[in-house]
């Protein structure tokens, strides 16, 4: 009897783990999604990982200089002081001018602050500043790229491969925007970092090639949201946080990017972008792309931290006699203007102690547009014992409830046996007396 109604069980006041279905992204109908040259494009929001746009996010590509995310926050993590000066050296900057690679424009002889080598390595792209950290922190290339590789493994960045601190092309030097993007994640919540990648300038101290010190600009920024009335070419997105861009001629445009948009944190990695034109293309498809987003979607929260979702009454306990199962979370997604939703609550309408903590006892789902995008199980958050006595005067009352044409037959045929069996008694009493006189 007891594996029965363990087997019946369901359970108490609810948690309601958020889990947005992470990783696929949820067509809607009539979506008219902008046209972009990048052929590869992931788009999902910080908080609660809901993918709104994935165009071969699995696919195998070449990062070019979104390496230098890894290059920068292992320099920074591997850095005591920043404010301690660097020589350059011609060993640093030994093959970079005939690989083409772009640079900050540090020279032989300068000996900038190590912040400035940081900023030099995200904001202009600068190979020589990438050369210099690992110089700093490795004594070499080679034992610098083992970092990064190390790095990659910790943060379950399985499909990438790094062979060298700039991004230079390497058949063997490979990732994807999933990957990308994870890695940009953990970047962006390093202080350092984060203040590196929302810079649009950096001016560094003076050296022996540059006696003002040299200044150095974002390569990403310099075409967004730019108030400089001399800049013919600019593109507008709201709350922009900073990107790192990356080119080589089998990568071609890309961009690791973010912004912050009604209180939506998004993040945005794109690549292969082909066409070529005054402002770059990867910088064109951002702006389009959270643009359209930014317009045509917006967050919707569903249920509300400690809203009740279903109120639930316990049977076999005195003391609890119903349990109100509410949602533990915000549950909260981005969804089209003109949302069409749906929503699941797979729960039962009895609940029968003994109720175990953290069992799992029915779910809820929310669709889209028929599409699922979001489902999370529900679970009890208490323990409920189970009272013999109140199980059996339950079940008594039950029988009755059910029964209970047949119980009040049964009884009235008692009452009548009864009252026959009293009249035969009656009889045989009063023969008794008869007899005696």
Same mark, same amino acid.
């Given at each position: 009897?007891?594996?029965?109604?363990?087997?019946?069980?369901?359970?108490?006041?609810?948690?309601?783990?958020?889990?947005?279905?992470?990783?696929?992204?949820?067509?809607?109908?009539?979506?008219?999604?902008?046209?972009?040259?990048?052929?590869?494009?992931?788009?999902?929001?910080?908080?609660?990982?809901?993918?709104?746009?994935?165009?071969?996010?699995?696919?195998?590509?070449?990062?070019?200089s979104l390496t230098k995310m890894m290059?920068?926050?292992?320099?920074?993590?591997?850095?005591?002081?920043?404010?301690?000066?660097? &020589?350059?050296?011609?060993?640093?900057?030994?093959?970079?001018?005939?690989?083409?690679?772009?640079?900050?424009?540090f020279d032989v002889g300068d000996e900038?602050?190590? &912040?400035?080598?940081?900023?030099?390595?995200?904001?202009?792209?600068?190979?020589?500043?990438?050369?210099?950290?690992?110089?700093?922190?490795?004594?070499? &290339?080679?034992?610098?790229?083992?970092?990064?590789?190390?790095?990659?493994?910790?943060?379950?960045?399985?499909?990438?491969?790094?062979?060298?601190?700039?991004?230079?092309?390497?058949?063997?030097?490979?990732?994807?925007?999933?990957?990308?993007?994870?890695?940009?994640?953990?970047?962006?919540?390093?202080?350092?970092?984060?203040?590196?990648?929302?810079?649009?300038?950096?001016?560094?101290?003076?050296?022996?090639?540059?006696?003002?010190?040299?200044?150095?600009?974002?390569?990403?920024?310099?075409?967004?949201?730019?108030?400089?009335?001399?800049?013919?070419?600019?593109?507008?997105?709201?709350?922009?946080?900073?990107?790192?861009?990356?080119?080589?001629?089998?990568?071609?445009?890309?961009?690791?990017?973010?912004?912050?948009?009604?209180?939506?944190?998004?993040?945005?990695?794109?690549?292969?972008?082909?066409?070529?034109?005054?402002?770059?293309?990867?910088?064109?498809?951002?702006?389009?792309?959270?643009?359209?987003?930014?317009?045509?979607?917006?967050?919707?929260?569903?249920?509300?931290?400690?809203?009740?979702?279903?109120?639930?009454?316990?049977?076999?306990?005195?003391?609890?006699?119903? !349990?109100?199962?509410?949602?533990?979370?915000?549950?909260?997604?981005?969804?089209?203007?003109?949302?069409? &939703?749906?929503?699941?609550?797979?729960?039962?309408?009895?609940?029968?102690?003994?109720?175990?903590?953290?069992?799992?006892?029915?779910?809820?789902?929310?669709?889209?547009?028929?599409?699922?995008?979001?489902?999370?199980?529900?679970?009890?958050?208490?323990?409920?014992?189970?009272?013999?006595?109140?199980?059996?005067?339950?079940?008594?009352?039950?029988?009755? !409830?059910?029964?209970?044409?047949?119980?009040?037959?049964?009884?009235?045929?008692?009452?009548?046996?009864?009252?026959?069996?009293?009249?035969?008694?009656?009889?045989?009493?009063?023969?008794?007396?008869?007899?005696?006189?």
């Amino acid at each position: 009897m007891k594996k029965i109604f363990l087997t019946l069980l369901i359970i108490a006041y609810i948690f309601v783990s958020s889990q947005i279905v992470y990783g696929e992204e949820v067509n809607y109908p009539n979506e008219n999604k902008p046209e972009i040259s990048s052929d590869y494009v992931y788009l999902y929001d910080l908080n609660t990982k809901q993918v709104l746009w994935d165009i071969g996010s699995d696919e195998i590509i070449f990062p070019a200089s979104l390496t230098k995310m890894m290059t920068l926050i292992i320099a920074i993590e591997n850095i005591d002081d920043v404010n301690d000066t660097i &020589l350059i050296s011609e060993e640093m900057l030994a093959g970079l001018k005939e690989a083409h690679a772009s640079r900050a424009g540090f020279d032989v002889g300068d000996e900038p602050l190590l &912040l400035d080598i940081l900023y030099g390595i995200l904001l202009p792209s600068g190979a020589d500043c990438t050369n210099a950290a690992a110089y700093y922190v490795s004594g070499g &290339l080679e034992g610098y790229v083992n970092l990064m590789n190390e790095k990659a493994k910790e943060l379950k960045m399985y499909n990438t491969n790094f062979e060298n601190v700039t991004g230079l092309h390497d058949e063997k030097h490979a990732s994807t925007l999933k990957d990308m993007a994870i890695l940009l994640e953990y970047c962006l919540q390093n202080d350092i970092f984060y203040e590196i990648f929302s810079s649009n300038e950096h001016q560094a101290i003076p050296t022996l090639n540059y006696k003002e010190g040299l200044k150095m600009e974002s390569v990403v920024t310099k075409y967004i949201n730019n108030d400089d009335p001399n800049i013919k070419y600019n593109v507008e997105i709201d709350g922009f946080i900073g990107g790192k861009s990356g080119y080589t001629n089998s990568a071609r445009y890309c961009l690791a990017s973010s912004a912050k948009h009604n209180g939506i944190q998004y993040i945005l990695i794109t690549a292969h972008s082909w066409i070529e034109r005054v402002i770059p293309s990867h910088i064109l498809d951002a702006g389009l792309i959270y643009n359209y987003y930014f317009e045509n979607y917006d967050s919707q929260i569903i249920y509300k931290k400690d809203e009740i979702i279903k109120d639930i009454p316990v049977y076999y306990n005195f003391f609890q006699k119903n !349990i109100e199962i509410k949602s533990n979370d915000d549950i909260e997604m981005i969804l089209p203007n003109d949302e069409n &939703l749906h929503i699941e609550i797979s729960l039962p309408d009895k609940l029968y102690a003994p109720i175990q903590k953290e069992e799992n006892i029915g779910n809820i789902k929310v669709y889209s547009y028929d599409n699922l995008v979001y489902e999370s199980e529900l679970y009890s958050d208490v323990t409920i014992k189970k009272s013999m006595i109140a199980f059996v005067l339950t079940n008594l009352y039950w029988f009755i !409830i059910r029964y209970k044409i047949q119980v009040i037959l049964s009884l009235i045929l008692l009452i009548v046996l009864v009252f026959i069996l009293k009249i035969v008694y009656e009889i045989k009493v009063n023969k008794r007396r008869f007899k005696r006189r």
